[in-house]
């Protein structure tokens, strides 16, 4: 049993070290994304948060950024891998942010959180 919780924190702590904070030139890409039948939440530390739902069926993906690739971005951890295909990188429209992933053109529905100043 000791060994399990040793090898449970082991684990914990390597995906922990997966993430990376994503490079200021994705800041844009922070924030909670919504779209029909898709919600994103990138959060600046470079997790991701995904869930789709597509003809009854549901998909769910929370893993870390690995690498951009030109717009698109790649998540998840070891060989386990999904690319992200961003055909519309967030832009400003119409008084909103909007980008197109898979096919789905998402707004931003929250965005980044302020930094926190310590006093």
């Given at each position: ?68 690739r030109g ?41 980044p959180r302020?930094?926190t100043t310590?006093?």
């Amino acid at each position: 049993m000791r060994r399990l919780k040793w090898l449970v924190l082991l684990c914990l702590t390597l995906l922990a070290a997966c993430s990376q904070p994503l490079p200021a030139a994705r800041a844009d890409y922070v924030g909670r994304w919504e779209g029909p039948g898709m919600v994103l939440a990138i959060t600046a530390e470079g997790e991701v948060s995904y869930q789709r739902v597509d003809g009854g069926v549901t998909t769910r993906i929370d893993a870390p950024i690995k690498e951009f690739r030109g717009h698109d971005f790649v998540v998840g951890l070891g060989m386990f891998t999904t690319t992200f295909a961003v055909t519309a990188p967030p832009q400003r429209q119409d008084g909103e942010w909007r980008m197109t992933v898979d096919g789905v053109t998402l707004r931003r529905t929250q965005g980044p959180r302020p930094p926190t100043t310590a006093i």
